[in-house]
């Protein structure tokens, strides 16, 4: 009697630990923010206007999208800022995947019923609910995916532009552009003092989060983990508070009186009035053709 051989046994990889989910997660949010930094820095197309022409031109390209009633015009100016894109050396699908992953996926709840005829009465497209009763009558309209098309196309179109305008300027002289444009202080310094800081509470969780996991061993019950995440969080914020009491210490003895100094200094260009003059003048075209 022939034995047959036992099937072999497949190995179930185990679920991984929120310490490492999370150890992860920070540290990619702390890497993607250094390649923003490092695309700034590149030799490209737009990183050699000064922050000033870039602030005015993504500025005027955002009131055509939102002044825009033509799909065609908005798609039209979302496409224009892929090749501004590759001449400025940002990656293409790490600047597409900024934009459309979860773009659409928050606008789309948004968008969603405005599918559908009691939101949108028109022409029907697809009919999913017929009945006699005008109350169970349930369709997909055509005004309805007009609608659901300009609310995707006009955040897609904006948030890309904002994307290209803050990976292609590093973050300091964009702040000093708004304030040589007469923005608020106080909102450029609150601006400033958030972008900063929030990686350097970033780094504390992270180095939270590896302590932790270094004095584990095995995998402690979940009730253990709960406890554990309330008491990180008093923590943290504990540590927020006072380390922004040391921050301003410091911003105070090295005199800080409440305007905030970039050791770059900007310099406007010809070219950088050509470049604000085209921008300008496909904004306006944009507007035109959009009424």
Partial sequence: MSSQPLPAKTKRRPPQH?????LGDVAGAVEQSLF????????????????????????ALLLAVSFSHNLAVILG?????????????????????RVWLFMPFFTGLIALPALFSPFSPGAPLVTLLDSASPRLYLAITQPGVITAAFLLLRVGASVSIAVLLMLTTRWATLLKALRVLRAPQTFVLIM?????????????????LLARKSRLVGRPPESENRRWVGASMGVLLAKSYALSDEVYLAMQSRGFRGEVQVLETLHWRGRDTLALGVFLLVAATAIWLGR
């Avoid at 100016?77 to 995947?97: D, I, Q, T």
Wanted: hydrophobic share 50%; no cysteine.
């Fill in 18 to 22: 929120f310490l490492e989910k999370t």
């Fill in 36 to 59: 923003a930094e490092d695309i700034a820095r590149q030799d490209g197309f737009l990183q050699a206007f000064d922050p000033r022409a870039k602030l005015l031109s993504a500025l």
């Fill in 77 to 97: 100016l979302y496409l224009l800022s892929l090749p501004v894109a590759w001449a400025s050396h940002v990656p293409m699908g790490f600047y597409l995947k």
């Fill in 192 to 208: 400033g003092m958030t972008y900063r800081y929030i990686y350097v509470l970033l780094h504390t969780l992270s180095d939270m």
